[in-house]
C-alpha cells in the first residue's frame, strides 16, 4: 500500500505481510494515518482535512490478492476493473476541496464499489469498535454473526416488515372509514345523476348543431330561397327577367356557333357547359333544401332542455358528454373498491393473523438458534481470556425476551409467553463478564476494567474472526489498557489468528510486536520547516532499538535492548511451537 499526501505521511509505502505485520511508532508519528488510508482504501469517507498541508490533495493505492474466480474478483469485474492474474489495483484519491474519486482495476469507480469489496476482504477492529460493541444492538449483530444465520434473520426481517405494511394499511382502511364512506356517497350520488340523464357519446356536439339549425329556420328558408332564385327563377321577373343559369346558357350559346375556328375558345365552351350544369344541380339543391326547413318550436325546446341537462353534468364531471362518461367509469370502480372496505378489513386481519404466526415461529427458531450460539460463545471467549491473563474470567452472552402482553406468543425453552418481537427478533442480547473467582456476572459495559474490556474485545474479535470469511483483518490499538503477561498473550493470541489469516495491528506493546512476522515503523521527522513521517521495516538490530524504546523509552538502554532481545526470543520460540 502507497499513501502521499496525507496527514504528516509524505509518500510512505507499507508492504504488508502474508501472516502478522504489526505497525509502531512514536506518539503523534502517523500511526493513525496508515489506518486512515487503509479506510479510504475501504470506501469510508473521505476528509478533506486530512489533506497534508501544502499537498493538493492525498493518494491511497493499494495491491490486492484475490481470488481471480471469487466473487471479489467478480464484483470488480462488473465494475468494469481489468486484473492482472490475480492481482487488483485499488486507488482513492482526496483533493484539498473533499472531492474524492475511487479508481478499481484501471477504472474510475463509485466510492460505493470499495465499500462492497473491502466487505470482502477486510474486517477492521479499532477502540471505538470497543465502545460500539458495548451497545445491546451491536452485541446482538456479534452473535449473529458467530451464529451464522443470515437466511433465517433475513426471514424475520422480511415477515416483520410485511406484518408492519398489513397493520398500516389495516388502521389506513380502518381510520379513513367515515371519509371513504363520505366519498362513495359522493360517487353514488354522481353515477345517479349520470345514469338518469344517460347521456351518449359524443351527443353535446350533435345537439348543439341542432339546435343552431331549429333556431334559424326562418333565415336559413329565406336564404336558400333566395339563393335559387338568383340561379334559376321560377317567375321570369322575379329577377328582371333573367337568372344565373340563363346567363351562363347565353354565354354557352353565342360561344357555340364559333368554337369551330378556334380550338382554345372551343375549350372555354365546355367550361361554360359544366358551369351550367353546377348551377343547375346547385340551383336543384337550394330548392330541395329551402323545402325541407320548417321551424319546429316543440323540437326545439326538447333540444335546448336536453342541453341543460348535458351541461348540468359537464359542469360537475367534465369537460364534454365523453369526459363526464370517462368520469363515470373512474367512480364505479373506485365505488366498487370502497363499498368492499368490510371485506377488505376481514382479508388483511386474516393477512396479518397469518404474518404473525409464521413471524412467531420464525422469531422463535432464531430465539433458539442464538441461544445455542450463545453458549458455544460464552465457552470459546472464556477460553481466549484464560490465554490473556484472565484464567478464572467466565463470559455469559445472556439472551432474553422482554415480555409484551400485545407482543407475539413464542414457543420458548421456558414454555409459550408472549413478547416483543422487532425486526431482528425478540431477543436481547448481553455480554456479562465475571473477571475472576467468585464474582458475580455483571455486563460488561458496568463490570469490566479498561484492561479486561480490551481483553474481552479482544477475545470475542479473535473468536469471530474465526465466523469471518474475510482473509485479512486489521486491529487498531485494541490493545490499550494492557500490560504484562496479558500484553505477552495478546502477541500470542494474534499470531495465532495470523496463521489462517493476514493480520495487520497498530500496536504499542513491545510484547505484542515482539510476535510480528513484518514489523513496520512509523517514524517522523523535522527540518524546522517540514514535518514528514515515512515507514520503514525493521529487521534484526533496527528492530531491537524500536523495542526497547518502546519497552523503556530508552533506544541504548542495555537492561531495556536485553529485554527485548529475550522477548524475540520468547515469541520465536512460541511461535516455532505453535507451528
Known amino acids: 500500500m502507497r499513501i502521499r499526501g496525507l496527514g504528516v505521511i509524505a509518500d510512505a509505502v507499507l508492504e504488508l505481510h502474508p501472516g502478522l505485520t504489526v505497525v509502531t511508532g512514536e506518539t503523534g508519528a502517523g500511526k493513525t494515518m496508515v489506518v486512515t488510508g487503509l479506510g479510504l482504501l475501504l470506501g469510508s469517507r473521505a476528509d478533506a482535512g486530512a489533506v497534508r498541508t501544502g499537498s493538493s490533495g492525498a493518494l491511497v493505492e493499494g495491491r490486492v490478492v484475490v481470488d481471480p474466480d471469487g466473487p471479489v474478483a467478480q464484483t470488480a469485474r462488473d465494475a468494469g476493473a481489468e486484473l492482472d492474474d490475480d492481482v487488483l489495483l485499488v486507488a482513492r484519491s482526496v483533493s484539498g476541496g473533499g472531492r474524492s474519486r475511487a479508481h478499481v482495476g484501471g477504472r474510475a469507480v463509485p466510492v460505493g464499489v470499495l465499500a462492497t469489496l473491502a466487505s470482502e476482504l477486510v474486517t477492521v477492529h479499532g477502540q471505538s469498535d470497543q465502545l460500539r460493541l458495548l451497545q445491546p444492538a451491536r452485541q446482538r449483530e456479534a452473535l449473529d454473526r458467530f451464529a451464522g444465520h443470515d437466511d433465517l434473520l433475513a426471514e424475520v426481517q422480511g415477515l416483520h416488515h410485511e406484518l408492519r405494511d398489513v397493520e398500516q394499511l389495516l388502521l389506513e382502511v380502518v381510520t379513513r372509514r367515515r371519509e371513504r364512506a363520505q366519498e362513495a356517497d359522493l360517487l353514488r350520488h354522481g353515477l345517479e345523476e349520470i345514469e338518469a340523464v344517460d347521456p351518449q357519446p359524443g351527443e353535446d ?91 319546429d318550436p316543440a323540437r326545439l ?173 486489521v486491529f487498531d490499538e485494541v490493545d490499550a489498557g494492557v500490560g504484562g503477561r496479558a500484553a505477552v498473550e495478546i502477541g500470542r493470541r494474534l499470531a495465532a489468528l495470523a496463521r489462517s489469516a493476514q493480520v495487520v495491528v497498530v500496536t504499542h506493546l513491545p510484547q505484542v510486536a515482539a510476535y510480528a512476522d513484518r514489523h513496520l515503523l512509523v517514524e517522523k521527522s523535522d527540518d524546522g520547516l517540514v514535518t514528514r513521517t515515512g515507514v520503514r521495516r525493521l529487521e534484526g538490530e533496527d528492530r531491537v532499538r524500536e523495542l526497547s524504546r518502546m519497552l523503556a523509552g530508552l533506544e541504548d538502554s542495555e537492561t531495556a535492548r536485553a529485554h527485548a532481545e529475550e522477548l524475540l526470543a520468547t515469541a520465536q520460540v512460541a511461535r516455532s511451537a505453535a507451528v
Open 205 to 295: 356536439a350533435a345537439l348543439r348543431e341542432e339546435d343552431l339549425r331549429l333556431g334559424s329556420a326562418d333565415a336559413l328558408r329565406a336564404a336558400a330561397e333566395l339563393a335559387h332564385a338568383a340561379l334559376r327563377a321560377d317567375d321570369a321577373d322575379a329577377m328582371g327577367g333573367t337568372d344565373a343559369v340563363l346567363l351562363v346558357d347565353g354565354a354557352r350559346r353565342a360561344l357555340d356557333t364559333v368554337r369551330d375556328h378556334d380550338p382554345a375558345l372551343a375549350a372555354l365552351d365546355d367550361r361554360l357547359v359544366e358551369v351550367g350544369y353546377l348551377l343547375a344541380d346547385v340551383a336543384a339543391d337550394l330548392a330541395s333544401y329551402a323545402a325541407g326547413v320548417e321551424s
Open 301 to 473: 325546446a326538447v333540444v335546448q332542455e336536453r342541453r341543460a341537462a348535458l351541461g348540468a353534468l359537464t359542469r360537475k364531471y367534465g369537460d364534454d358528454v365523453d369526459a363526464v362518461l370517462a368520469w363515470g367509469q373512474r367512480a364505479s370502480a373506485r365505488l366498487l373498491e370502497l363499498e368492499d372496505d368490510d371485506a377488505r378489513v376481514e382479508s388483511l386481519r386474516a393477512d396479518g393473523e397469518r404474518l404473525r404466526e409464521r413471524l412467531a415461529d420464525a422469531a422463535a427458531r432464531l430465539s433458539a438458534s442464538r441461544a445455542a450460539a450463545a453458549a458455544r460463545l460464552g465457552e470459546l471467549v472464556g477460553a481466549e481470556l484464560a490465554q490473556l491473563a484472565m484464567p478464572h474470567a467466565r463470559l455469559e452472552v445472556a439472551v432474553e425476551q422482554r415480555d409484551d402482553p400485545d407482543g407475539l406468543e413464542l414457543a420458548l425453552p421456558k414454555g409459550p409467553r408472549r413478547v416483543a418481537v422487532g425486526p431482528s427478533g425478540a431477543d436481547e442480547v448481553e455480554l456479562r463478564l465475571a473477571p475472576h473467582a467468585g464474582a458475580p456476572l455483571r455486563p460488561v459495559a458496568r463490570g469490566a476494567s479498561g484492561g479486561e474490556l480490551s481483553r474481552v474485545m479482544l477475545a470475542l474479535e479473535v473468536v469471530l474472526a474465526g465466523a469471518d470469511p474475510v482473509p485479512t483483518f
